[in-house]
């Protein structure tokens, strides 16, 4: 079946530099979408690709997704302090699948 | 624009106990969704809803959950009877509703955490 590997697990950053989490596929994903959740919170949207090679951005946070529809990543430029939290790809048609996410610690 | 609601926010129960969660959609949105969160870990889909049909609970345990959504509005998940391994966290979520054509882009409510001892 189709699996989607979430990585890294755990990123421990000081404030200001980069951060990436990436979500790789065994199989080509019609679209996939990227939430984060702050600590005791919900799942957020942030974004969602649809198109093969498609990159978006919203301010300091950049979306890819792969050439091949099979990979997407999300990074974060500079980070700061609010950016702590889990960050999950999800996937899918109607019903989502969710990645295991990436947990982000910034230390300032 | 109110946000999805979610009640209670924190139950405490004893196994073998019953157990329900209430959720009110954002207005309009046709499509509902309970997922089951455990600590360290992405959302679970429980069940889907499509309007008042339940188009995908593939994922429910059917022997001790159960949903509605009843006039395809509010939603209850109720589990009868609670076991340890049920502690997590419930969250409902709804879109607008890519079956209709609309966006599937899912709202999060805050969830239901739910601890069994």
């Known amino acids: 079946g189709q699996q989607v590997m979430q990585i890294p697990q755990y990123q421990h950053v000081q404030e200001g530099e980069d951060f990436t989490t990436y979500c790789n596929s065994s199989?080509?994903?019609?679209?996939i979408q990227w939430y984060k959740q702050r600590p005791g919170g919900h799942p957020v949207f942030l974004i969602q690709?649809?198109?093969?090679?498609e990159v978006k951005k919203q301010k300091r946070l950049t979306f890819q997704f792969g050439e091949a529809k099979k990979n997407s990543s999300l990074h974060i430029t500079a980070t700061q302090t609010t950016d702590v939290g889990t960050y999950f790809c999800?996937?899918?048609?109607?019903?989502?699948?969710f990645g295991t996410g990436t947990r982000l610690k910034v230390l300032a | 624009e109110a946000g999805v609601v979610q009640s209670p926010r924190y139950k405490i129960i004893e196994k073998k106990q019953p157990v329900a969660f209430w959720c009110n959609p954002i207005s309009g949105h046709n499509t509902l969704y309970w997922y089951l969160q455990n600590l360290g870990q992405g959302p679970e889909l429980l069940i889907r809803y499509e309007n008042e049909e339940a188009v995908d609970d593939s994922q429910l345990p059917k022997d001790r959950f159960s949903a509605e959504r009843l006039k395809g509005v509010d939603s209850t998940l109720k589990i009868q009877p609670a076991e340890l391994g049920d502690s997590a966290v419930y969250l409902c979520?709804?879109?607008?509703?890519?079956?209709?054509?609309?966006?599937?882009?899912?709202?999060f409510g805050p969830g239901t955490r739910l601890t069994v001892l």
């Open positions: 690709l649809v198109k093969s090679g």
């Open positions: 999800a996937w899918g048609t109607y019903k989502y699948i």
């Open positions: 979520a709804s879109s607008p509703g890519a079956f209709s054509g609309r966006s599937d882009t899912q709202y």
């Open positions: 199989t080509t994903l019609s679209n």
